[in-house]
Every structure is written in structure tokens, then in C-alpha cells.
């Protein structure tokens, strides 16, 4: 399988270089908002995950230049039942802003509206609501584009064709969602690829396991999947080595910590969609603070992405691996 030996990136460039970062960022001044003394809250979508610390660095970055205070506060696991409590004890804290990823489209809803209802500034980063007309921004990656990508790179290793599957972790997760439609949308475009479809792992590598062997045993022909997060990836991989299937089938996985990172070294997946997680914790940063100003803010803002391959991950896409801390 060849590859190009240049990282391309997609969508806005990254609009901070983020030096470094601490768990907490107490009050700077100086700024045009720093008398303000502005709290932050930013709710990730999952404790310890490289992505969103990767975020929470970009957060308290721009924080820091503004002369905000943050907070960081996350779930054990993606799961609404968990993130909701944080919620509510958040918004009995009262900060002047909440920069959350909600962990689901609908069970979300009403513990994120209750925090505007108090009249914290909800800024949405990363995932979506069905309804988000109480954020004053939301700031994601383009995850159509990122999932138009991964098709992009299963195409360049198979330019003959074949069938692909896609592998996600569960419905109803409005970036995975995106990914999927992005992915399934460029298939249809490519006469010689058929698609089969959309199953889910429900964030279980062993699950997404057997999903890929049963899949290879009906479709031994399959040429590409795409993996939409970390632990579709692994099981996906682990369901095309026991199948005999690895110098056949090329593995697309998303985002770029240092596992998906080290399967990419392995020749476990062959490519990553690395996305900018600090650019938008940075942008939300910004986004807040405009509407705690009282200036205008952007309703929407798409951050970009890098395709990483095993022939980029050491030269021009080093940048676009995610961190494990702030220090």
C-alpha cells in the first residue's frame, strides 16, 4: 500500500500556538477582559482522554491571555448518566461560562438548557445538541470532511475499488454521526467502492472484534474500514489479524493520541484523522468571552484536520498528535 509522503489538512488552520498549559489557570489581568475576573467551566466528554486534554489545553491557554479562571471537570466514561450530575453542580456553582461537549444529542438537552435558563454563557465544543439554540457557539471539527477524508486515504491505498465498512461506537453521538454520513456519502461517489453499511461497537474493542470477523467471513473481499474513534479502531484490527486479512484491508481510524498513534507506528491502523482539539478550546475560549463582553459571536466555527500516515507521523503531521498533559 503506497501513501503520500505529505501530510494535507483540510479546513481553518489552527488560529493558536499553544506553548503549554496547567490544570488550572487563575486569573492573569491586563487583557480587555481581565478586570472582568470571567470563571470558565469546560466540561470535557470524557476525564483522561488525549483529545480533550488536548483541548483542555487550548482552553487554558486563551484563558490565560484573557485573565479567566477555568475549571475542568469530566466523566469517567462518555455516558449522559455520568456527565449530568457534573452538569447540575456546575451550574449550582454558578461560573460565567460553560464550555461543554455533550456526551449525547437528546439526554443532553435539558441539563445543558438549565445552565443557560441560569444565565451562564453555554458555549457547545466538539458534540452537538438536538437542539442548541441556547449556545451562543458551537465549535467543531468539519467531521463530514473528516470522514470524506478517511475514505479519501482507504481510495489512494485501493484505487481499484472494493467494499468498505464502517465500524463506529454508537448512534446518536453527533460527531461520530458525521463522520459516518461523511464517509458513506463519499462512497456513493466512487462507483467502484461499495459500502456496507454502518455497525456499532458501543465503544467495545472486542465487540467491534466481531463485527470485522463476521463481517470478513461474509465479505472476505472488504479492501477498507473506517474505525470513527479509538476503540472501533483496536477491535477492528484485532478482527482483520485473525482473519489473515492484514496486508489486505486498510484500517482509517480517527484522532490521534498516543495509542492510535503507536497502532499507526505498528501497521495496525494505516492512517489517522488528526483533529485540532486545542484550536477549538481556544475558539471556545474566544466565543465566551465575546459573550460575556457583550460582542458578537460566530453560531458556528469548523476546525480543520490532518491525515496522518506512517510516512508523515515523524516530519509535518508530529504537530497534530494530541497531548497527555498541559505541562
Aim: proline share 5%.
Amino acid at each position: 500500500m503506497k501513501w503520500s509522503k505529505t501530510a494535507f489538512s483540510i479546513g481553518a488552520a489552527a488560529t493558536l500556538v499553544l506553548a503549554g498549559c496547567s490544570s488550572a489557570t487563575p486569573p492573569a489581568g491586563g487583557g480587555d477582559s481581565g478586570d472582568d475576573g470571567y470563571t470558565i467551566a469546560f466540561i470535557q466528554g470524557v476525564a483522561g482522554d488525549e483529545f480533550y486534554i488536548s483541548m483542555q489545553c487550548g482552553v487554558e491557554e486563551a484563558a490565560e491571555a484573557a485573565g479567566a479562571t477555568v475549571t475542568t471537570q469530566g466523566p469517567a466514561e462518555f455516558d449522559p448518566t455520568l456527565q449530568k450530575p457534573v452538569v447540575d453542580a456546575i451550574v449550582g456553582s454558578k461560573p460565567d461560562a460553560l464550555l461543554i461537549a455533550p456526551t449525547d444529542v437528546a439526554a443532553m438537552q435539558a441539563p445543558i438548557q438549565a445552565a443557560a435558563d441560569a444565565g451562564i454563557k453555554v458555549v457547545l465544543v466538539d458534540t452537538t445538541l438536538d437542539d442548541p439554540s441556547m449556545a451562543v457557539s458551537q465549535i467543531a471539527s468539519d467531521n463530514v470532511g473528516g470522514g470524506e477524508a478517511a475514505f479519501q486515504a482507504i481510495q489512494e491505498a485501493h484505487p481499484e475499488g472494493g467494499k468498505v465498512l464502517v465500524v463506529s461506537n454508537e448512534p446518536g453521538i453527533s460527531t461520530t454521526d458525521a463522520r459516518a454520513e461523511g464517509f458513506e456519502g463519499a462512497v456513493a461517489d466512487d462507483s467502484k467502492f461499495e459500502s456496507l453499511g454502518v455497525q456499532y461497537s458501543h465503544n467495545d474493542p472486542a465487540e467491534a472484534a466481531r463485527i470485522v470477523t463476521a463481517a470478513l467471513q461474509k465479505d472476505p473481499d472488504i479492501v477498507g474500514i473506517f474505525a470513527a474513534n479509538l476503540f472501533a479502531a483496536e477491535g477492528s484490527a484485532t478482527g482483520v489479524q485473525q482473519a489473515g486479512k492484514t496486508d489486505d484491508v486498510t484500517i482509517v481510524g480517527f484522532d490521534a493520541g498516543p495509542a492510535q498513534v503507536e497502532a499507526l507506528r505498528n501497521g495496525i491502523v494505516q492512517a489517522l484523522v488528526a483533529q485540532q482539539p486545542a484550536t477549538i478550546g481556544a475558539d471556545g475560549v474566544a466565543q465566551a468571552i465575546a459573550a460575556l463582553d457583550g460582542d458578537a459571536t460566530e453560531e458556528k466555527i469548523q476546525t480543520g484536520f490532518t491525515v496522518l500516515t506512517a510516512e508523515n507521523i515523524d516530519s509535518e503531521g508530529a504537530d497534530a498528535v494530541y497531548r497527555s498533559s498541559c505541562d
